[in-house]
């Protein structure tokens, strides 16, 4: 039985439209990077906070000539921009003026604007390597656990459940107290800087194992694996071959959102005394000193708090826009 004439006209148009397109170079396969780009492309908040994400990037590298080119060092005192009586910044705003874009702090004068621009250096580098050394961790543990089950699995799961009920922030400020001035070569701030990241990135590892293990549990016994087990593939080939690069979607996800945490907690530690040491700047100490001036200079109070603020929702919002990217059953 032949099919009827207006379905073979049919036929023939789509294979003349399809045959154009082709010709055209219009019809051309996409990589899932492709996609995920274009996904990403479309979400405005997401593009919005990479954009800031990475201007806050470029502000921290090159702070020194930031401050340079507006003639401020973070670390000048301003005595003469001081009310001697109230120790306030004379002036409204802060002390806002086109010398001092955002004022200057109480009792010292130092250039606001210059401090919240270095602050941004200890922000990101702790926010950026202790998701690195969590990310590592994370990812090495959660695969073994997820891959080998029994109790390799066993006893990674309860190592994790034991770090995840850790009082991190406490356990923190008390190895900080102790902790000698040099260590490793690094001195003051910098053994501070040293001890937060391993200590941040190590509490944070379980958050992005769990992840890594459930995933890897999943893709353990897919066909793939399978077909690469049966032609006498190894472990070492399986882990790194065949599932780790079906785990950086997830991971990746993962870390854009464990940033902006890391962020904070850095801010929080700062802001109890637990972060870096004067005169290094950092916006959690910064919002610490403005505690004692927040009714006669807010203003001290809420540039580094706005700082804080947009740094985060830059970040979520960036790292909410690759999930939906990567995610394989979006819409977007």
């Known amino acids: 039985m032949t099919a009827p004439l207006h379905d073979a006209v049919k036929a023939d148009d789509v294979d003349t439209v399809v045959t154009a397109e082709v010709a055209k170079g219009s019809v051309e396969g996409r990589s899932l990077g492709q996609i995920a780009w274009t996904r990403l492309k479309r979400d405005k ?25 507006i003639g401020q060092d973070p670390n000048k005192y301003n005595q003469d921009l001081i009310d001697p009586l109230f120790g306030t910044p004379t002036g409204s705003l802060g002390g806002i003026s086109s010398d001092h874009l955002l004022g200057v702090e109480p009792v010292n ?14 922000s990101l580098l702790v926010g950026f390597l202790s998701a690195v050394v969590a990310v590592v961790l994370g990812t090495v543990l959660g695969i073994l656990a997820g891959y080998f089950g029994g109790w390799v699995d066993a006893l990674i799961s309860r190592v994790m459940d034991g770090l995840l009920a850790f009082p991190q922030l406490l356990f923190i400020i008390s190895l900080i107290a102790v902790m000698p001035d040099k260590l490793l070569g690094l001195e003051g701030t910098g053994v501070r800087l040293l001890v937060m990241i391993l200590v941040i990135g190590f509490f944070g590892w379980p958050y992005i194992g769990r992840i890594v293990r459930g995933q890897t549990l999943s893709l353990r016994e897919r066909e793939y694996v399978e077909a690469a087990r049966s032609l006498g593939a190894g472990r070492r080939y399986i882990l790194f071959k065949e599932l780790l690069p079906n ?14 945490t890391n962020i904070l907690t850095e801010a929080a530690l700062s802001f109890l005394g637990a972060g870096v040491k004067p005169p290094t700047a950092s916006w959690g100490q910064m919002l610490n000193q403005a505690v004692r001036y927040y009714e006669t200079d807010p203003m001290y109070m809420v540039v580094p708090g706005v700082a804080i603020f947009i740094t985060v929702l830059a970040f979520n919002l960036f790292g909410d826009g690759v999930r939906d990217a990567l995610d394989p059953k979006g819409t977007r």
């Open 45 to 69: 908040l997401a593009v919005a906070g990479g954009v800031v994400v990475l201007f806050l990037i470029l502000v921290a590298i090159f702070a020194p000539v930031i401050t340079s080119i």
């Open 109 to 122: 004068g130092r250039d606001v604007f210059a401090r919240i621009v270095y602050g941004a250096r200890i």
């Open 247 to 260: 785990l950086i979607a997830p991971i990746t996800v993962y870390t854009t959102l464990m940033i902006p």
